[in-house]
């Protein structure tokens, strides 16, 4: 996922964008762990799905932060 289709959702969606990312992870984990798991490489690749959402909700709670 790109980081500019991540700007474009506003702070609600991203919240659920966060949710459903660390479901895709808890289902990929369990996989992983019962050798189902075709592709490894996307467990990173949903990891860093995450830190990009989460990285996106503290730039806009820094945002609402300057402008108070």
Do not use: C, W, Y
Request: aromatic share 2%; charged share 35%.
């Amino acid at each position: 996922m790109k980081i500019a289709e991540l700007r474009e959702l506003n702070p609600g969606e991203l919240g659920s964008k966060l949710s459903d990312l660390k479901k895709d992870l808890f289902n990929l984990r369990m996989q992983h762990a019962t050798n189902q798991l075709d592709n490894p490489i996307r467990i990173s690749d949903v990891k860093r799905d995450i830190a990009r959402v989460k990285t996106l909700i503290r730039e806009n709670e820094l945002k609402e932060a300057a402008g108070r």
